[in-house]
């Protein structure tokens, strides 16, 4: 896996990637970190996960860890994350798999799924409500960024140019 994603030869990549991972599942990985603009992760500084060898089919899975500097933790800017193209140069994962034009389509197919069914107002309202209730007298919801972040994804899925 790390050699294929590690070597140069595109058509080589395209021909074995689907052995290594189920793309499918990585593209979505990588959709809800943009999501929620997880700047500490896979997606800019190539940690924050695992990767877990699956027994049953000998595909990679990754797994996310440490999310404590997503979702508006970082008083970064909204934009900090592009959903479209969501790597900062050091991912040759990412980079691979949206540089392929089927991929890509796949991928923001991907990206209209989850915002029209969990990353939507009413859908993440209802996660923040329950975490709140349970989290009674903490400071620094995520509500508000998250309300902000959800707004600005439904824009750019709807092609509304932002300024």
Known sequence: FGRLISQTDVTLF???IGSFLDVDEFL???AVNAFIVNTDSYLRGG???YLYLDSTDGRVRFMPWDQDLSMGSRA???DAVDIFRPYSGDQPLIYWLLDDPAVSTRYRAILKELAATIFTAAEVG????ALEAVGAGRVNSPRPFLEQRIAYVQDLLAG????
Do not use: A
């Open 76 to 78: 970064g800017r909204m």
């Open 160 to 163: 509304r140019h932002l300024p």
């Open 47 to 49: 940690h924050n996960f």
């Open 28 to 30: 979505r990985f990588i």
């Open 14 to 16: 395209r021909s074995r």
């Open 126 to 129: 209802k996660l923040m409500t």
